[in-house]
T-cell receptor, first 111, second 116 residues
Framework: KQEVTQIPAALSVPEGENLVLNCSFT??????LQWFRQDPGKGLTSLLL?????REQTSGRLNASLDKSSGRSTLYIAASQPGDSATYLC??????????FGTGTRLKVLA | GAGVSQSPSNKVTEKGKDVELRCDPI?????LYWYRQRLGQGLEFLIY????????KSGLPSDRFSAERTGESVSTLTIQRTQQEDSAVYLC??????????????FGPGTRLLVL
């Protein structure tokens, strides 16, 4: 059974700092991995999607890497801003439609 | 509308009552998901609809939970005889369902259910 773990559970950093969020999964036979952002009282917004054949994806100040063999992904946020404060969730798919989510990392960026 | 909408946004009910939650997916999206998110937890898959295919109900936690969707339109999630452990945020997501590997899910804002 696939299990997804995210470390740390919560993180508080000063504005401007670069930071790394971690996601690990127990079954390396994944189809893709996706990072989402969840703001309080709102649904999830997709940030980056990495196919199993890819090593990383970048969007603006965000960079996500995938090491499928070791069951790990990292989300790197450069020059963090207070607007980045949210919960970040990673999810993996082992088929084409069912996603298994981690419990998230709650990020707070202090002005 | 431009995104996935859900109603009601909040629902408070008494233990033992039935509740019905609604999801309006993005127009044209053939795939629709329901998830449950308990406080401080990740998303728990409940059910998946893809077009007119039989839904994947493998995530429904008990026979008190059921969901329907007609074609590619609105979906309703019904919880009968609600229990306090049903208190959670129920999230709906839709996807175009064309099978392309780059597809992502688009989430609604969720319905916050509190069972007293």
């Amino acid at each position: 059974k696939q299990e997804v773990t995210q470390i740390p559970a919560a993180l508080s950093v000063p504005e401007g700092e670069n930071l790394v969020l971690n996601c690990s999964f127990t079954d390396s036979a994944i189809y893709n991995l996706q990072w989402f952002r969840q703001d309080p009282g709102k649904g999830l917004t997709s940030l980056l999607l990495i196919q199993s054949s890819q090593r990383e994806q970048t969007s603006g100040r965000l960079n996500a890497s995938l090491d499928k063999s070791s069951g790990r992904s990292t989300l790197y946020i450069a020059a963090s801003q207070p607007g980045d404060s949210a919960t970040y969730l990673c999810a993996v798919t082992s088929g084409t439609y069912k996603y298994i989510f981690g419990t998230g990392t709650r990020l707070k960026v202090l002005a | 509308g431009a995104g996935v909408s859900q109603s009601p946004s909040n629902k408070v009910t008494e233990k033992g009552k039935d509740v019905e939650l609604r999801c309006d997916p993005i127009s044209g999206h053939t795939a629709l998901y329901w998830y449950r998110q308990r406080l401080g937890q990740g998303l728990e898959f409940l059910i998946y609809f893809q077009g007119n295919s039989a839904p994947d109900k493998s995530g429904l936690p008990s026979d008190r939970f059921s969901a329907e969707r007609t074609g590619e339109s609105v979906s309703t999630l019904t919880i009968q005889r609600t229990q306090q452990e049903d208190s959670a945020v129920y999230l709906c997501a839709s996807r175009s369902g064309t099978g392309r590997v780059q597809e992502t899910q688009y989430f609604g804002p969720g319905t916050r259910l509190l069972v007293l």
